[in-house]
């Protein structure tokens, strides 16, 4: 895989996180690693963005920042709301081609849900996946309530003629509940794709140099890394 797109089945549940983890895995087998963002909401010109983090935790070769918008809004309103020219699915695209041509693996981390509008089109972080003919991963929560969303993501994905990579869990909480250890099972039949990985909550607190040593332990092995999800169910109990 040469484009891989990162989406969640909503925000603030881990994305980036997860993000880094594959690319920290990646960087470690000796692969040239370069992380997209093709829309950056919420954050001022001079703060550290998703993809900037990425490179800080993971050891990731570049990233790209293709626009940056100040309100934590979709990021065709915060556009909009700013005066600022829109990113749509095309420009994504494009760019996560070239970097393809200067890398092994590009990761295109999506804003917010699959769904989310990038432009006054209506375009999509699934548009840009369909014309790069790329695999989505899916990051999804851990607790109540992911079956559903998860399930919406995939249906979604598939009604556009693409199938999800897989599903990582963004965060698996250190006292997980019923409803989390459960869900390990249930995930993969909902999302009808299989479970890739559980990064434990705080991941992205952790120093550079242990978030790149103990990624492997949190991804399965299509992600380079040595994570059973069978196991790790069996060890957590339903």
């Known amino acids: 895989m040469t ?15 997860v993000t880094a983890a594959v690319a920290a895995v990646a960087t470690a087998q000796g692969r040239s ?5 093709p829309a950056q909401t919420g954050i001022g010109p001079d703060e550290r963005g998703d993809a900037d983090e990425v490179v800080r935790l993971s050891g990731a070769a570049a990233s790209v920042e293709l626009a940056r918008f100040p309100e934590p809004l979709a990021p065709v309103t915060s556009a909009r709301r700013a005066g600022m020219a829109p990113v749509g699915p095309a420009e994504v695209a ?32 699934a548009d840009a996946a369909r014309l790069l ?24 994905l598939r009604a556009r003629d693409l199938e999800p990579l897989g599903v990582v869990v963004g965060s698996w909480p250190a006292a997980p509940d019923l409803a989390a250890r459960c869900n390990l099972a249930d995930l993969p039949e909902s999302a009808g794709a299989p479970l890739l990985g559980a990064v434990p909550e705080g991941a992205g607190a952790l120093a550079p140099e242990e978030f790149r040593a103990r990624a492997a332990d949190w991804l399965a092995p299509l992600l380079g890394g040595a994570w059973d999800a069978d196991a790790f169910a069996r ?3 339903c």
């Open 3 to 17: 484009v891989i797109v990162v989406s969640g089945t909503g925000t603030e549940i881990g994305k980036t996180i």
């Open 33 to 37: 690693v370069a992380v997209l963002k």
């Open 94 to 125: 494009a760019a996560a081609r070239k970097l393809a041509e200067e890398h092994d693996l590009v990761l295109v981390e999506g804003a917010g849900g699959l769904l989310v509008r990038f432009d006054e089109a209506g375009g999509t972080l």
């Open 133 to 156: 003919s790329a695999p989505v991963l899916v990051v999804a929560p851990a607790g109540l309530g992911t079956l559903n969303s998860t399930t919406l993501t995939t249906e979604a």
């Open 235 to 237: 060890s957590v109990g």
